[in-house]
Every structure is written in C-alpha cells, then in structure tokens.
C-alpha cells in the first residue's frame, strides 16, 4: 500500500506545504544469502552450503515499511510590485525526503526485474533533494 498526505497553510502571497509518504511493508521474493538461518557448513558458522545453523540466524524476507517526508514554501509576488515585469511571479523551495531516510536494505543478487542492488529497487535512493522553482505568469 503507497499513501501520500498533504497538509497545507497559505497567508497572502506565503504558502507552505508538507507531504509524508507511506509504503508498507511487504516480503521480497529475493533468495536468501548463502550463509544465513540454517544453510551453513558447520554449527554457528558463516561458511554457507550446508544444513547447520549459521551466526546469522534471524534473517527474513520482509522489507519494513517507510515513512517520508517532503516540504514546499512558496511566495508569489501577485499584484503588488509597481513594475508589471516583477508582478506575478513565483518562487518555492521545495525539499524531498525531508529526513534523507535510505531504504531499507535488500539482499538481491538475480538481475530477473532489475540489476543486483543492496536495497529495494521500488524506493528511491536518491536522498535528500532541495529544488528552487522559479516562475512568471504573463
């Protein structure tokens, strides 16, 4: 399940706008690794290819879900300047993954739907980003 909330506040020419991002959670139909739970060489190892159990005993399939945040603050000039060139014009600054949250960590090593990766391919990785907008109404 995705959700994405907005709340938002303007006053005159001012306007600021949070939004948060929810992805549930779900389980990954990657393979686990090699040397995890019960697939190692000998009892409490990390050498994967046998029946043992490893040091690694409680690795799932499950992703977590995750929580973002982005945020926008907006002005615009409208009518006010004298100058009609400076009238109607907007500028935002908006800001995505407000925290710069990472996603969560996925063990994908099969290139069936994407390349081998450390994380879940259906979240962004790119982290925090910071834009300015600017804009002009004719």
């Known amino acids: 399940m995705r959700y994405r909330a907005r709340l938002g506040w303007s006053n005159g020419p001012w306007s600021l706008t949070g939004f948060m991002d ?30 043992f159990p ?18 926008s603050v907006g002005y615009d000039t409208a009518e006010t300047p004298a100058n009609d060139y400076l009238k109607h014009i907007g500028v935002q600054l908006v800001i995505q993954n407000l925290l710069d949250k990472d996603p969560a960590f996925e063990y994908r090593i099969s290139t069936g739907g994407g390349n081998p990766a450390a994380f879940d391919i259906s979240k962004s990785y790119q982290g925090r980003t910071i834009s300015l907008i ?5």
Do not use: R
């Not at 990657?30 to 739970?37: E, F, I, M, R, S």
């Not at 490893?54 to 973002?68: G, H, K, L, R, V």
């Not at 600017?134 to 004719?138: A, G, R, S």
């Open 22 to 51: 929810y992805q549930s959670h779900f389980y990954h139909s990657q393979t686990a690794p090699p040397n995890v739970n019960f697939q190692c060489v000998a009892p409490g190892g990390t050498i994967g290819g046998g029946t």
């Open 54 to 71: 490893c040091a690694i005993s409680n690795y799932t399939n499950i992703e977590p879900s995750q929580y973002t945040f982005d945020l």
């Open 134 to 138: 600017l804009t002009k109404t004719w």
